[in-house]
């Protein structure tokens, strides 16, 4: 059984900043694209970021120059690094990942998400 954990969250300041982490287990034969993602009450789930397997990204316009995503190919685990936050960003982060796992397809898997709040 695939799982993600996200840990990293909390609780920070207007411009501070936190580094969120998603650590894929389970029978992976492969990962692909690996993504973050938040929601808010009330509002779709949106993409915050995404890096493929090898190494590519893109950002939301609205984190650009803020937060960077990388990858470990070899711990299977992906990182949000988000550098002066707003209370905007005030969501649950979710991570997503495109795993080949035991069956013959890749499919996306998420995490149980982690909450981040930013304070004004």
């Known amino acids: 059984q695939v799982q993600l954990v996200e840990s990293g969250g909390g609780f920070v300041q207007a411009g501070g900043s936190l580094r969120l982490s998603c650590a894929a287990s389970g029978i992976i034969f492969n990962i692909y694209t690996m993504e973050w993602y938040r929601q808010t009450p009330g509002k779709q789930r949106e993409l915050v970021a995404a890096?493929?397997?090898?190494?590519?990204?893109n950002y939301a316009d609205s984190v650009k120059g803020r937060f960077t995503i990388s990858r470990d190919n070899a711990k299977k685990m992906v990182y949000l690094q988000m550098n002066s936050l707003k209370p905007e960003d005030t969501a649950v982060y979710y991570c997503?990942?495109?795993?080949?796992?035991?069956?013959?397809?890749?499919?996306?898997?998420w995490g149980q998400g982690t909450q981040v709040t930013v304070s004004s």
């Open positions: 997503n990942a495109d795993i080949l796992g035991r069956s013959a397809y890749s499919r996306g898997y």
């Open positions: 890096i493929t397997s090898g190494g590519s990204t």
